[in-house]
């Protein structure tokens, strides 16, 4: 799980111009590990791209991470 949150980050960081206001909160559930990404409001749209592009990037490459059980991963964006 640690390892993910690094992933995750690592990820993001360059992407953003408020790299101290990320905050990265992990909600484990029943079927999933969620993962909730906090940026600034001026970094938002930054993460997100053009049409979802970005996240959607973001997100293929966090969820084809194998993690043990039968748990799946999800990635939420918040803006803050």
Do not use: C, Q
């Amino acid at each position: 799980m640690a390892d993910m949150n690094e992933l995750i980050l690592t990820i993001v960081r360059p992407l953003v111009s408020h790299p101290e206001e990320l905050a990265l909160v992990t909600v484990d559930s029943e079927e999933f590990l969620e993962y909730h990404l906090s940026v600034h409001p001026d970094d938002i749209g930054r993460v997100i791209g053009k049409k979802g592009r970005v996240a959607k990037a973001i997100r293929t490459v966090v969820y084809s991470v194998k993690v043990s059980g039968a748990k799946r991963v999800r990635l939420t964006i918040v803006d803050s």
